[in-house]
């Protein structure tokens, strides 16, 4: 394929290098495939530990999944998408039909290599990045979700990721227990994951959320999103709670989030703990008889219950977001990272803008 002059892509190069590369215009590959063209790109809570060189992943790394994109053209297949239309694209790829797609499981589809992905190792450089001016997306027809036009692109971007990441740590067990107390340990990386599941948890009608964080920005987004907030890790236990959620990714705030989980409740945890060796209270959940889940979310299933929260004025992401920045301004705003949610914006060009 040749390069196209002007196709540009925001590339993680190593720590602190990020640049705008020329790369090769995507094209049709399949009859169910889409192009799409990013708008609303939301950053990750792993993308400013990337950027810092705080992960083991190594550059060159295409960067951006999460984002609201608009299509620009569709194969001849795809029959419910057309031009123009506004989309949430799921950052993980995933074909909707093997049987672990059947199930739900589309972190692990069956119909492309483990962990494919945009803008994460090790498959990112084949799929690319959402900092790109364009970006093929296969299987569109069950990839793309169609957002509402009362939904703004800035406030859905991280539909993607970060917010279903959330909304698996609450909802399906609000859904079980809909008077259960939540307990939320906040402050993994920039923070968004914890302010989300304390904001759905919120927003679906949770008995009480505690949010717990030592960030006094953080802190003061949970208070405005309707959480209680307690400032600093307690050394040992709160609650107990029917529902916890460990987004510290800090081994003490896993542990807290564990004591504090109340007999037969469940504990999930989102932070990413690349260090093998973690202490766990094991004996004490073994007591209490709790669930404990982790693993990475199963992104494409939970998108359309997201955006209907949103839409449904339940539950306000913007409230997350601490920046939205021009398109131009990514480099110099990701290796700043300074912020809990930052999201790049650019003008719509297509038949619906």
Known sequence: MVSVAGMRQLTFEGPGRLEWAEVSEPILRGDGDALVRPIAVATCDLDAPIVRGETPFAGPLPLGHECVAEVIEVADQVADLRPGRLVSVPFQISCGSCERCRRGQTAHCEAVPSQSAYGLPPRGQDWGGFLSDVVRVPYAEHMLVALPDAVEPSAAASVSDNIVDAWRTVAPFLAEDPDAAVLVVGGGGPGSIGLY????????????????????????????????????????????????????????????AIRSTGPDGVCTSVGIYFQNQVPLPLFEAYVTGIRFLTGRVHARPAIPAAIDLIASGRLHPELVTTRIAGWDEAPAALAEGEFVKLIFARVRTGADA
């Open 197 to 256: 599941a304390a904001g759905i948890a919120i927003a679906l009608g949770a008995s009480r959320v505690t949010y717990v964080d030592a960030d006094e920005r953080r802190l003061a987004i949970a208070t405005e999103l309707g959480a209680e907030t307690i400032e600093g890790l307690p050394a040992e236990r709160l609650g107990p709670f029917g529902i916890t959620v460990d987004a510290s990714a800090d081994p003490a705030g896993l542990a807290l």
